[in-house]
């Protein structure tokens, strides 16, 4: 797989998840994941942007959301870092739990940890960072090349 | 592609043929209004119609638990139909699958209304 390092800073906008879910899609598609993968993939990263965005920036407009994709070896990996008060791991709600199930909202990272092989994430005071991590499975761990 | 809603009336269902991203934002709110507008008029019996659905996340799904039980509240039902394979799977995995009332097939899910 071609590597690929590329970095993004956007505002605390709605506009930002769009476009991290687009350039997430383009990205994984381009790495050669199938149609499947490269919708999961986008999902992830858009359900990270989300709580970037409202739960960690909180739309403040002083604030940016960091998006980095790396592509090495045979890993696809997207950072997503907010400015906020940092992600408090154990207020995480099950939303399989009975008492959960009908809540409207508490999917995101539950979707995240889902659709990805490996998912981090690493909350401080200045912020919260998440990181995820796709492996390309295959015979040879390799995938095609993305045609340009 | 943003959400776009139609509804129309079979045997005293209200139909309502969604289409687009369900997602955080107008999505949302526009499944929202739609599900409120219709309890407003007494149209309490809904199936959402969620056959060229392209794309739906967290907010999206909450929206459809959203207006699951604010339909079942007022003594509505809600159905729905249609599921497209990526829908199905979130709905899946969210357990929720066997929550909602699926039908795959219209005339079908309009007799099931009690």
Known sequence: MTELRVSYTLDSTLETVDSAEQTASRIAAESGFDEDVVMQISMAVREAAVNAVLHGNAYDPDKKVKLDFERTGNDLVITIRDQGKGLDLAKIPDPLAPENLMKTSGRGIFLIRSFMDEVQIHPSQTGTEIKLVKHVHGPSGDVKEASQ | ?114
């Open chain 2, 1 to 114: 592609m943003s959400m776009k809603t139609s509804t129309r009336q079979v045997d005293g269902v209200t139909i309502v043929d969604c289409s687009g991203r369900i997602t955080l934002g107008e999505g949302s709110v526009i499944l929202r209004d739609t599900v409120r507008e219709l309890l407003s008029k007494g149209q309490k019996k809904i199936l959402l119609n969620l056959g060229e659905v392209t794309y739906i996340d967290s907010s999206g799904i909450g929206e459809l638990v959203s207006a699951f039980t604010t339909v079942r509240n007022q003594g509505g039902e809600l159905k729905l139909l249609n599921l497209t394979k990526k829908v199905h799977d979130l709905l899946q995995i969210t357990k929720l699958y066997t929550v909602f009332d699926v039908r795959d097939e219209e005339a079908g899910a309009v007799k099931a209304f009690s």
